[in-house]
């Protein structure tokens, strides 16, 4: 078995595990909704490295903000729902913004989708809803807590070094673009889904279909160089298998011990298959509609119109994706990598001629560590997009992208190596490097609709 076989099994292990451990627990205590202890598993299991006791305190904090954000908006806003889906979107945007940030980004994940959950639930009946509110933590903190001890105690994962964009942590606030459209598409998006629900008669699921699309639209809007299209095959192929499993297998199934083999055999398999960093959206997918079709509880009914509702709901879910693709702008993966190449060679070519002052300004220095920022940011963040722009390119036009990622690359590990990052700068060597690498690209070879 070879290491990156063996990562695999681990990581799918570890998810299938702590699934069928929330589902247990949840059984055991006759919760009534033992599936919201899954979706948090098939959440916050989106990365799957790093898995650490900090990710797991991450995770109860962001839990705790969001039920008490809920709480405060079930409280002001229960009879005025233009109000309170106007506070509840603008939160997600919030959250969804500093997910995108280097540090603590599961706290604000957690924080972001759980208050969806715990909100859109308290809702419909707002006299219960502090009782409903508890009900809902207590589950999606058994899915949190059930992740963090397997994480912990099986493989623990050990801690890793320190990022280039962990690095790039300044305490000048400057706003990110990327993740500034990664907010506005989730506020979008959230109030298209909201819209849907109040104007389209009997739309599926009802305010209760805003609970989970929540947390996919901070998901999606998280990885925008995944293009909708490729959910398609996993997310059919997920609910034809849980349908199978819901109607033929789990009636024939005699007590937790066959069922639990059943959850940890579909939950490890899934995510063994579903293993790379792009099929990441794939994984969360095919656990959260098996978890939404099946509907395990202590009270399991089996009926062919609860598999027709979370379809519908899913195909639903898709097409507001697809429509975000186009929200607020169209995606083009071409021209996102022309421009953050822009803005890296300005920032750096800023650092390589700037001559810090005997006493720099606030100004000054609020530039300084912006195109610092950008320098260390921007080669993670191109990353994936040119994985988009790849298909359909030649070898030699393959070869110039590897060429030129390398030298944005040698740019930024120039600027951290430095001893003085208040006042570092980009060594000319880097950046006439970079500059030669991009004169030589064929940016005309992009323009063909591939995409």
């Known amino acids: 078995m070879t290491e990156e076989t063996a990562t695999r099994l681990k990581v799918a292990v570890h998810i299938g595990l702590a699934m069928t451990m929330a589902y247990g627990l949840a059984l055991s205590f006759d919760w009534s909704r033992p599936k919201w202890a899954a979706f948090t598993v098939a959440v916050i299991a989106l990365p799957s490295v790093e898995q650490s006791l900090g990710k797991g305190r991450q995770r109860i904090l962001g839990s705790i903000l969001a039920a008490t954000v809920a709480l405060v908006l079930v409280a002001l806003f229960s009879q005025e729902r233009w109000f309170f889906i106007l506070c509840m979107s603008l939160w997600l945007a919030f959250c969804t913004y500093m997910t995108g940030g280097a540090r603590n980004s599961y706290f604000w994940l957690c924080a972001g989708f759980v208050a969806s959950i715990i909100a859109m639930n308290a809702v419909p009946d707002p006299v219960h809803a502090f009782s409903l509110a508890v009900s809902r933590l207590l589950e999606t903190g058994l899915g949190i807590a059930s992740y963090t001890v397997v994480a912990a105690f099986m493989w623990p994962a050990r801690r890793e070094a320190a990022s280039p964009e962990d690095a790039a942590t300044t305490r000048f606030f400057f706003p990110d673009p990327e993740r500034l459209e990664m907010a506005l598409r989730v506020f979008i998006l959230y109030w298209t889904g909201f819209l849907a629900v109040v104007y389209i008669p009997d739309f599926p699921g009802g305010l209760a279909f805003l609970t989970l699309f929540g947390a996919l639209a901070m998901i999606k809007a998280s990885t925008p160089q995944l293009p909708v299209s490729s959910l398609y095959r996993p997310v059919f192929t997920a609910i034809l298998a849980s349908a199978l499993i819901y109607m033929l297998l789990m009636p024939r199934l005699e007590g937790f011990s066959q069922l639990g083999l059943l959850i940890f055999g579909y939950a490890t398999a899934a995510c063994y298959y579903f293993h790379a960093p792009r099929h990441a959206l794939d994984r969360v997918f095919a656990l959260v509609v098996f978890a939404a079709l099946t509907g395990i509880s202590n009270e399991q009914a089996y009926t062919f119109t609860a598999v027709a509702s979370v379809t519908l709901q899913f195909l639903c879910i898709l097409l507001l994706l697809v429509i975000a693709d186009y929200l607020p702008v169209q995606t083009d993966p071409r021209h996102t990598v022309l421009?953050?190449?822009?803005?890296?060679?300005?920032?750096?070519?800023?650092?390589?001629?700037?001559?810090?002052?005997?006493?720099?300004?606030w100004l000054q220095r609020w530039q300084a560590a912006r195109d610092r920022h950008e320098v260390a940011t921007l080669p993670g963040k191109i990353a994936p997009w040119l994985e988009r722009v790849k298909p359909g390119l030649d070898e030699a036009a393959l070869a110039e992208l590897e060429s030129l990622h390398t030298a944005m690359g040698e740019?930024?590990?120039?600027?951290?190596?430095?001893?003085?990052?208040e006042q570092s700068s980009v060594p000319r060597s880097a950046l006439e490097n970079f500059a030669g690498t991009c004169a030589m690209m064929d940016f005309d070879a992009w323009r063909e609709p591939r995409f």
């Open 339 to 361: 421009r953050m190449l822009a803005r890296f060679e300005r920032s750096a070519r800023a650092l390589a001629g700037e001559q810090p002052a005997a006493t720099p300004g």
């Open 411 to 421: 740019v930024r590990d120039a600027l951290a190596q430095d001893a003085a990052p």
